[in-house]
C-alpha cells in the first residue's frame, strides 16, 4: 500500500481517476516537445519521458498528439510532432508504456486538432474551424467546416484513442483548451455558426461532447476519458468562467471521468504560456469550476513551489497538480520535493526561450529544434546522460557567470578538482542584471541554484580574485575555463562620453541613478527591458531602435507581455532612428529620413549589445594547451546559450 509523505501529505497521497490508481497528485501537464520524427517516437522521446518517471512524477500526459496528419505534414517542421492517425506508430508507444509503468507511474495521451491555429505552409492545406473567423497571431482565414466534415474529424479522435488504449496508454485527454479545433468550437469569440455547433453554451459544447460519446462507444467501458478546456479565454468576447462554470457539469453529465482546467489563447492575457503571472495563476478557475463538479480536477498554471501545491490540494481547489515547465527544467522535482530538497529543485526562471517559444517557431516558422531548457541543458538528452570522468584533473574556471557555475558544477560532480575565481564579490555576472527588470525575479532563483549547486559539488569558489599569472603557478591547473563573460559595447556616436550618458549594465546593476527623462538607446532585449525598469520607477522614457523591428531575437510571448506594460508606462517606442550626435541633454536624431532634436534629456542610456572579454585568452594559451573559451567569452549571445555551452565542455572533459 503507498505511503504518503509527511511533509506533503495532500501531494503525495495516493486517488484515482475512474479506475485508474495513481501513486501521487503530481501531473506532467502535456506539452509539445518537438522530439519526434514523422510522428514517431525517437530514443530522444523516450528517454525524456522516462526520466520524468524515474523523478517520481504520479501520470504523465503525453501533449499535443494530431488525431489526423496530412502527407505533406512529415517534410515539414510540423514532423517533429507525434500522431495517432494509424497503426505504424503503436510498437513505438507500447515500448515505451511498459517502461513508464516499471516505474510505477501512469501515463495517458492528450490528442487533438490543430484547427485555426497552424501555420498552413507547415501543415501543407487550409486550416480549418468552426467560422472563418482568424486566429489571433495566425495567418490566414480558415475555412469553416461543413457538417460532413465534422463528422470526419469525431471518427478522427475516436480513431487515434482507439489506438492509444490498444497502445497501452492508461487514460486519453481531448485537448479543447487554448484555441485549437475543440476550444474554439466552445469559444462565442471564433464560433459564429447559426447551426447546432454555434450559438448557446449547449451547441458549442455540442463537438466535444459528441467526440467523447465517439470515443467511448469506440473504447473499454470504463477506460478513463477527461478533457482539457479552458476555464476562460482571456480575450474580447472569448470564453468566461461565469460560462465554464456550467460547462463543466454538462461534461461530468456526459461521462467524463476528469477535467483539466487551463486557460488562454494565442494572444490573450494573461498568456496561455504564463510568465510574469503569479503561481496557480490559472487555479482559480479550477476552483471554481471544482465546485461545480465531482469528478477530479487537475490544477495548473505556472506551479513551482511544493508547499503551494500542497496548499491548493489542502484548500480543495483541484484534486491533482499540473506541472510543465517545472518538469522541463528538473524530472526530479517530485522526488525531491518528496524529500524534502526544495533547494535541489532546479528551478523554471520562465523565459519560454527553450520550450514554448521554440514549439512557436516549429509550428509557425519552419524551425526544426526540439525543446531543451535554459536551466537543464540535459533536457532532450536524457538518453545521454553524464559519467564520472575516468582521469580526473585540476581545472580553474576564470568567471562566476552562469557559463562558469554551470560548467563548474557538473564538471565537479564528474569527479574533477575545480577552483573558480571571479573578480566581482558576487557571483552571477550578467545573469544577476537579468533578474532586475519586471516579472524576471525568477533569474535570480536561477541564480541561487547555480551558486548552490557549484559549492555542493565541491567546487572551491573565490571572489573578489582577478586572474593572475601567478595563480596558474598556485592553482597548477590541468585545464583552464575561461568564462569571462561580456561588456557593454560603446558605438562611435559623437558625445558618448557625456557624463550623462550610461550603459544600461550600470543602470541594472544599480551604479546608476538616471533623471526623470530618458532616452534609451538600442530597442533589443536588453534595451526594452531597461525600459521597462525605469518607466515602473514612474521615469518618463523613450526608446531609440536603428532598425526597422523592436526586440529582435525576443519570444513572442515574452514581447508581448512586455511591449503591455510599456505601452501602459507610456513608453515612446521610435524605429528606423538613427542617434547622429549627443549633445548633453540635446539628442540629434534621424527618424525615418527627417531630422529630429531631442531636449531635455537627463540619462542617455546605451544598450547596443556587447563584445566578449577575452582578452587574456592568448596568454593563457601560452601556458596551456588546454584552455576553452564558453559562454559570452567565447561569442556573445544568451544565458540558454552560456549554461548549455558550459555543460557541453564540462561532459567532454
Known amino acids: ?211 467523447f460519446k465517439k470515443i467511448r462507444k469506440n473504447t473499454s467501458p470504463h477506460w478513463p476519458i477527461g478533457i482539457r478546456f479552458n476555464g476562460q479565454d482571456y480575450i474580447d468576447e472569448g470564453l468566461l468562467l461565469q460560462e465554464t462554470r456550467l460547462l463543466a457539469p454538462l461534461l461530468e ?80 522535482w517530485p522526488n525531491k520535493a518528496a524529500q524534502g530538497a526544495l533547494k535541489d529543485i532546479r528551478p523554471c526562471v520562465r523565459c519560454n526561450q527553450g520550450c514554448a517559444d521554440r514549439i512557436e517557431q516549429i509550428n509557425f516558422s519552419g524551425q526544426t529544434l526540439p525543446i531543451t531548457c535554459l536551466m537543464n541543458a540535459e533536457v532532450g538528452k536524457e538518453a545521454d546522460p553524464q559519467k564520472k570522468s575516468d582521469i580526473p584533473k585540476r581545472i580553474l574556471v576564470i568567471g562566476g557567470g552562469p557559463a562558469g557555475l554551470t560548467f563548474s558544477a557538473l564538471a565537479a560532480s564528474r569527479g574533477h578538482w575545480v577552483t573558480l575565481i571571479e573578480k566581482e564579490k558576487t557571483l552571477g555576472g550578467q545573469f544577476k542584471l537579468a533578474g532586475i527588470p519586471p516579472t524576471k525575479d525568477h533569474f535570480l532563483e536561477g541564480l541561487d541554484y547555480l551558486s548552490d549547486q557549484a559549492v555542493k559539488a565541491g567546487v572551491t569558489i573565490r571572489t573578489g580574485i582577478s586572474f593572475t599569472t601567478g595563480l596558474l603557478l598556485e592553482l597548477k591547473p590541468d585545464i583552464v575555463i575561461m568564462a ?55 521615469k518618463k522614457v523613450q526608446v531609440v531602435e536603428i532598425t526597422p523591428l523592436l526586440a ?43 531630422e529630429l532634436k531631442m531636449e531635455g534629456v537627463d540619462t542617455v542610456v546605451l544598450a547596443v549589445g556587447v563584445v566578449s572579454q577575452n582578452r587574456l585568452f592568448e596568454e593563457i594559451k601560452k601556458e596551456h594547451q588546454e584552455v576553452y573559451l564558453i559562454g559570452d567569452a567565447a561569442q556573445p549571445g544568451n544565458a540558454l546559450v552560456a549554461i548549455h555551452e558550459g555543460a557541453e565542455v564540462a561532459k567532454r572533459i
Not at 480558415?142 to 490498444?166: H, N, V, Y
Not at 503569479?278 to 476552483?287: E, I, S, T, Y
Not at 563573460?485 to 538616471?514: K, W
Not at 531575437?553 to 507610456?570: D, E, H, T, Y
Open 484 to 538: 569571462t563573460g561580456s561588456r557593454p559595447l560603446m558605438p562611435s556616436i559623437p558625445g558618448v562620453d557625456y557624463e550623462n550618458v550610461v550603459t544600461a549594465h550600470d543602470v541594472l546593476g544599480g551604479e546608476i541613478q538616471t533623471g526623470e527623462s530618458v532616452l534609451v538607446v538600442g530597442g533589443g532585449l536588453i534595451g526594452l527591458e531597461v525600459a521597462d525598469y525605469l518607466s515602473s520607477k514612474g
Open 253 to 332: 453529465k456526459a461521462g467524463m471521468d476528469f477535467l483539466d482546467i487551463s486557460s488562454g489563447v494565442y494572444g490573450s492575457y494573461p498568456a496561455l504560456i504564463p510568465l510574469g503571472e503569479p503561481q496557480g495563476c490559472f487555479v482559480p478557475a479550477a476552483d471554481e469550476i471544482k465546485q461545480a463538479v465531482n469528478i477530479p480536477v487537475i490544477g495548473v498554471g505556472m506551479i513551482q513551489d511544493a508547499p503551494y501545491a500542497e496548499q491548493i490540494l489542502a484548500e480543495g481547489k483541484a484534486d491533482l497538480i499540473a506541472l510543465g515547465r517545472s518538469l522541463i527544467a528538473d524530472p526530479d
Open 1 to 211: 500500500m503507498e505511503k504518503t509523505t509527511e511533509i506533503y501529505p495532500h501531494l503525495f497521497s495516493p486517488t484515482t481517476i475512474g479506475p485508474l490508481r495513481l501513486k501521487n497528485r503530481i501531473v506532467m501537464a502535456p506539452m509539445a516537445t518537438g522530439l519526434f520524427a514523422k510522428g514517431h517516437l525517437t530514443p530522444q522521446a523516450k528517454a525524456f519521458y522516462l526520466a520524468r518517471a524515474r523523478g517520481g512524477v504520479g501520470l504523465i500526459i503525453i501533449g499535443g498528439v494530431y488525431v489526423y496528419w496530412p502527407a505533406s505534414a512529415e517534410l515539414s517542421s510540423i514532423g517533429c510532432h507525434a500522431h495517432l492517425q494509424d497503426d505504424s506508430v503503436l510498437e513505438g508507444w507500447q515500448e515505451l508504456i511498459k517502461e513508464i509503468h516499471s516505474h510505477g507511474t501512469k501515463i495517458g495521451v492528450q490528442i487533438f486538432h490543430p484547427g485555426r491555429q497552424v501555420s498552413p505552409a507547415q501543415w501543407g492545406e487550409p486550416s480549418v474551424g468552426p467560422s472563418a473567423v482568424t486566429g489571433p497571431g495566425v495567418k490566414g482565414v480558415p475555412s469553416e467546416l461543413t457538417i460532413g466534415q465534422i463528422e470526419k474529424i469525431k471518427d478522427l479522435f475516436a480513431d487515434a484513442a482507439r489506438r492509444a488504449e490498444l497502445a497501452g496508454f492508461d487514460l486519453v485527454e481531448i485537448h479543447g483548451a487554448h484555441g485549437y479545433l475543440v476550444s474554439s468550437f466552445l469559444s462565442p469569440y471564433a464560433n459564429k455558426r447559426q447551426d447546432e455547433y454555434g450559438g448557446s453554451l449547449e451547441n458549442r459544447s455540442r463537438l466535444a461532447l459528441e467526440i
Open 552 to 594: 529582435t531575437g525576443m519570444g513572442s510571448i515574452a514581447w508581448m507581455n512586455l511591449r503591455r506594460r510599456l505601452k501602459r508606462n507610456a513608453v515612446r517606442l521610435w524605429t528606423s532612428c538613427e542617434v547622429r550626435e549627443i549633445r548633453g541633454s540635446k539628442v540629434d536624431l534621424i527618424w525615418q529620413g527627417q
